[in-house]
Nanobody, 121 residues
Framework: QLQLVESGGGLVQPGGSLRLSCAASAFSLDDYAIGWFRHAPGKEREGVLCISSSGITRNSESVKGRFTISRDNAKNTVYLQMNNLKPEETAVYYC???????????????WGQGTQITVST
């Protein structure tokens, strides 16, 4: 079935690093743009980074220079490398993609289940 699955979350100390994975099933991820979002308690969902099908990336100002997004087409996976993590970046992180065509003429948007990142001592 069509799905995205995030992994790699967990507990990390301030200043530490984590790498998140977003793996796709039943479609080729390299045909679509992929975005990473995060949602912390009491805050609105925030866009973090995205990568187009051609490899062009965009990032929020808060993570510039610390977070990197990349693709591995052979593994059908997109990665989010997060360095120098801050406590305020504790959140559930999600990957998403859209524009997948269907037989009805509409397009499909997919979201992963999310992975928890906790930045704390």
């Amino acid at each position: 079935q069509l799905q995205l699955v995030e992994s790699g979350g967990g507990l990390v100390q301030p200043g530490g690093s984590l790498r998140l994975s977003c793996a796709a099933s039943a479609f080729s991820l390299d045909d679509y743009a992929i975005g990473w979002f995060r949602h912390a308690p009491g805050k609105e969902r925030e866009g973090v980074l995205c990568i187009s099908s051609s490899g062009i990336t965009r990032n929020s100002e808060s993570v510039k220079g610390r977070f990197t997004i990349s693709r591995d087409n052979a593994k059908n996976t997109v990665y989010l490398q997060m360095n120098n993590l801050k406590p305020e970046e504790t959140a559930v992180y999600y990957c998403t993609t859209g524009g997948i065509p269907t037989t009805t003429g509409r397009t499909l948007t997919l979201w992963g289940q999310g992975t928890q990142i906790t930045v704390s001592t």
